[in-house]
């Protein structure tokens, strides 16, 4: 299967600082990645939306001036959570969309997630 | 009424055993499900995925699907330790274009005790 890497796969921060997360197709092209947000014990929750070259649709209640998204190229997303603050303490895991439209299946590659500790 | 109602147990079997997960959901729109397997601290990866109503089998696992009930369900047939992670629902309506996003359940922690 496609390999969707992130990186790094953790780091701890100070509050106040931000925080890029990279997400990569690395054997297909993206032209849609997503973001999610796992808190322990929990189901992954949307974030964004992110599509190559133009600007991510955020979810409901995910702010957009804090969780910054750039889709540069189509194997590279990027999520920057600015300002953090202890509560943004999460796994957040991105998944690459395999060319939507070759097959009729949706098929989501997921990275390995980054645990992010806000200090 | 969440979309997708997943029992996030913790369920623990040993060995061997026939292991039953399952997964309601309210909206009638969703066409393709998916079970997603994801063990601790990694990101999930797809086991199978199933189009409308029917059953799907690969190795030891069986997809179900009813939609007349909205329930789907997974089994793993001769259950092993390595079988031991979280198991996520997840739906999707179909129809491309710009939509392709999935409605995850909340994940149900199997541990197989060897």
């Known amino acids: 299967g496609a390999v969707v890497s992130q990186h790094p796969s953790r780091v701890i921060c100070k509050s106040g600082t931000s925080v890029k997360i990279e997400c990569r197709s690395l054997?297909?092209?993206?032209?849609?990645m997503f973001w999610y947000r796992q808190f322990p014990k929990q189901s992954l929750m949307l974030m964004a939306t992110s599509n190559e070259g133009s600007k991510a649709t955020y979810e409901q209640g995910v702010e957009k001036d804090k969780f910054l998204i750039n889709h540069a190229s189509l194997t590279l997303s990027t999520l920057t959570v600015t300002s953090a603050h202890p509560e943004d303490s999460s796994f957040y895991i991105c998944?690459?969309?395999?060319?939507?439209?070759?097959?009729?299946?949706?098929?989501?590659?997921f990275g390995p997630g980054t645990r992010l500790t806000v200090l | 009424q969440k979309e997708v109602e997943q029992d996030p147990g913790p369920l623990s079997v040993p060995e061997g055993a026939i292991v039953s997960l399952n997964c309601t959901y309210s909206n009638s729109a969703f066409q393709y499900f998916m079970w997603y397997r994801q063990y601790s601290r990694k990101g999930p990866e797809l086991l199978m995925y199933?189009?409308?109503?029917g059953n799907k089998e690969d190795g030891r696992f069986t997809a179900q699907v009813d939609k007349s009930s909205k329930y789907i369900s997974l089994f793993i047939r001769d259950s092993q330790p390595c079988d031991s992670a979280t198991y996520l629902c997840a739906m999707w309506g179909g129809g491309g274009g710009s939509n392709y996003k999935l409605t995850f359940g909340k994940g149900t922690l199997l541990t197989v005790n060897p």
């Open positions: 998944s690459a969309l395999d060319r939507p439209g070759r097959s009729s299946y949706n098929e989501q590659f």
């Open positions: 054997d297909f092209q993206a032209t849609t």
């Open positions: 199933t189009y409308s109503s």
